[in-house]
């Protein structure tokens, strides 16, 4: 079985940005889709973006529109997300999911994902 890995986080000013990369590779499903996710202390982890590998739909929180992208390079089996004008309510820990399970309009369902990374940490604070 193989595990999505993330990396790229770290800490930085309000106004800056990151990106994070997730590779992900092994999977055979018909919705192939990647979901990044994030979870703040005390907090619920929450749907940040989506993007499917094949047909390139593209999903974003309304708290991250504008803001934050997510892109695809096949060839090495890696989902991007480039985060720009990050504010403190950013801060979290940020998890790639894969083995997507039905329709992706329900991409935000973290019961949808079979897979999920170790996560990497967002820190945005002055």
């Known amino acids: 079985q193989v595990q999505p890995v993330e990396s790229g986080g770290g800490s930085v000013q309000p106004g800056g940005s990151l990106r994070l990369s997730c590779v992900a590779s092994g999977y055979t499903y018909t919705n192939n889709v990647i979901g990044w996710f994030r979870q703040a202390p005390g907090k619920e982890r929450e749907g940040v973006a989506a993007i499917h590998i094949d047909d390139g739909w593209i999903y974003y929180d309304d708290s991250v529109m504008g803001r934050f992208n997510i892109s695809q390079d096949g060839s090495k089996n890696t989902v991007y997300l480039q985060m720009n004008n990050l504010k403190p309510e950013d801060t979290a820990m940020y998890y790639c999911?894969?083995?997507?399970?039905?329709?992706?309009?329900?991409?935000?369902?973290?019961?949808?994902?079979?897979?999920w990374g170790q996560g990497t940490q967002v820190t945005v604070s002055s």
């Open positions: 999911a894969a083995g997507f399970r039905g329709n992706i309009r329900y991409w935000r369902l973290t019961g949808r994902y079979d897979h």
